[in-house]
T-cell receptor, first 111, second 113 residues
Framework: KQEVTQIPAALSVPEGENLVLNCSFTDSAIYNLQWFRQDPGKGLTSLLLIQSSQREQTSGRLNASLDKSSGRSTLYIAASQPGDSATYLCAVKAAGNKLTFGGGTRVLVKP | DGGITQSPKYLFRKEGQNVTLSCEQNLNHDAMYWYRQDPGQGLRLIYYSQIVNDFQKGDIAEGYSVSREKKESFPLTVTSAQKNPTAFYLC????????????FGEGSRLTVL
């Protein structure tokens, strides 16, 4: 059974510092991995989707890497801003239409 | 704009009542999903549908029912058999079964009084 873990559960950084968010999964037989952002009381917003054949994806200040062999993905957010404060979740897509979510990392960027 | 619309945003229900949450998408996606989110428990899959007139149970389907009569619509009914229905419900959709990006609606918060 696929298990997805995000550590730490919460993170606080000063504005301008780079953010590094971790996602680890137990079964490397995945189709893709997706990173989401969730603001309080809102739905999930897709940030980046990495297919299993890719090593990384970039969008603006965001960069996500994928290492299937070690079961890890990292989301980097450069030059963090207070508006980046949110909960970040990763989700792994495997066979059988199964999508497994991590518990999320709650990020606070202090001005 | 293309997207997923969930309604209502907030819903209050008395014990013993069935309620239906609406989910509509205009992304022309084949697959649609319903998730439940509780504090400290992450997202759990209730039901999903890959094509019209077909749907499958997820991990926590007991006490819920769905229909998929149209490609763009996937309503969720929370029945009185659901023992703990107070939660945040999220609808999502994807084009294709495996490699497509998953998109979410804004969610519906159900509170049982």
């Amino acid at each position: 059974k696929q298990e997805v873990t995000q550590i730490p559960a919460a993170l606080s950084v000063p504005e301008g510092e780079n953010l590094v968010l971790n996602c680890s999964f137990t079964d490397s037989a995945i189709y893709n991995l997706q990173w989401f952002r969730q603001d309080p009381g809102k739905g999930l917003t897709s940030l980046l989707l990495i297919q299993s054949s890719q090593r990384e994806q970039t969008s603006g200040r965001l960069n996500a890497s994928l290492d299937k062999s070690s079961g890890r993905s990292t989301l980097y957010i450069a030059a963090s801003q207070p508006g980046d404060s949110a909960t970040y979740l990763c989700a792994v897509k495997a066979a059988g239409n199964k999508l497994t979510f991590g518990g999320g990392t709650r990020v606070l960027v202090k001005p | 704009d293309g997207g997923i619309t969930q309604s209502p945003k907030y819903l209050f229900r008395k014990e013993g009542q069935n309620v239906t949450l609406s989910c509509e998408q205009n992304l022309n996606h084949d697959a649609m999903y319903w998730y439940r989110q509780d504090p400290g428990q992450g997202l759990r899959l209730i039901y999903y549908s890959q094509i019209v007139n077909d749907f499958q149970k997820g991990d926590i389907a007991e006490g819920y029912s769905v229909s998929r009569e149209k490609k763009e619509s996937f309503p969720l009914t929370v029945t009185s058999a659901q023992k703990n229905p107070t939660a945040f419900y999220l609808c999502a959709s994807r084009q294709g079964e495996t490699t497509g990006e998953l998109f979410f609606g804004e969610g519906s918060r159900l509170t049982v009084l």
